[in-house]
């Protein structure tokens, strides 16, 4: 069965750093292109990075300088790693598989949320 | 960035009866337009990609079209549990972005 499970939300003062988690089961994640998806409390979807499968990688400009998607092959897990977070970082992170080529998403994980505030 | 304009925001459609969602994209998107549902607390599923591919367990009563900046999804006859907002996303051009949604509800 494919699974896609986030770990790692949780609260963050401005200015913090917090590293997301995303294990997978059912798929190998070094075979695929993966990504990570957020939507803010109430608001709609958000592509934010992606990851390829020879490693290459792109963020949405409002996270570039600031976010990093790495993967472990090993772990078959993705990481978004976030550092200097805004208030307006806050949201639901969802982890998604990528369809190689067309770059739509599918499937996804249940979302972990991430919530900057002081 | 292509911006991709959702109407009608909350459509509200007799269960049966046939609801009609837009999709209009501020350029052309080829037919690179993937619709998703998503339920109160849920994560997003794909429900129909390159415009009008049902994707794996989508029900025949969904349906895609268009091309270029114009898109509908057709959910044929609605059923209790289609009750969800729906997302429209552009693959064509970088960055990636997605609809602002659309909620049906019933009537």
């Known amino acids: 069965e494919v699974q896609l499970v986030e770990s790692g939300g949780g609260l963050v003062q401005p200015g913090g750093s917090l590293t997301l988690s995303c294990v997978v089961s059912?798929?190998?994640?070094?075979?695929?292109?993966m990504s990570w998806v957020r939507q803010a409390p109430g608001k709609g979807l958000e592509w934010v990075s992606i990851?390829?499968?020879?490693?290459?990688?792109y963020n949405t400009d409002s996270v570039k300088g600031r976010f990093t998607i790495s993967r472990d092959n090993s772990q078959n897990a993705v990481f978004l790693h976030m550092n200097s977070l805004r208030v307006e970082d806050t949201a639901v992170y969802f982890c998604?598989?990528?369809?190689?080529?067309?770059?739509?998403?599918?499937?996804w994980g249940q979302g972990a949320l991430v919530t900057v505030s002081s | 960035e292509t911006v991709l304009t959702q109407s009608p925001a909350t459509l509200s459609v007799s269960p049966g009866e046939r609801a009609i969602l837009s999709c209009r994209a501020s350029?052309?998107?080829?037919?690179?337009l993937a619709w998703y549902q998503q339920k109160p607390g849920q994560a997003p599923r794909l429900v129909i990609y390159?415009?009008?591919t049902r994707a794996t367990g989508s029900p025949a009563r969904f349906s895609g079209s268009g091309s270029g900046t114009e898109f509908t999804l057709t959910i044929s006859s609605l059923q209790p549990e289609d009750i969800a907002v729906y997302y429209c996303?552009?693959?064509?051009?970088?960055?990636?972005?997605f609809g602002g949604g659309t909620k049906v509800e019933i009537k």
């Open positions: 998604a598989r990528v369809q190689a080529g067309d770059n739509y998403f599918d499937p």
């Open positions: 059912g798929f190998s994640v070094s075979n695929n292109y």
């Open positions: 990851i390829y499968t020879d490693g290459h990688s």
């Open positions: 350029q052309s998107v080829s037919s690179n």
């Open positions: 390159g415009t009008d």
């Open positions: 996303q552009q693959y064509k051009n970088w960055p990636l972005s």
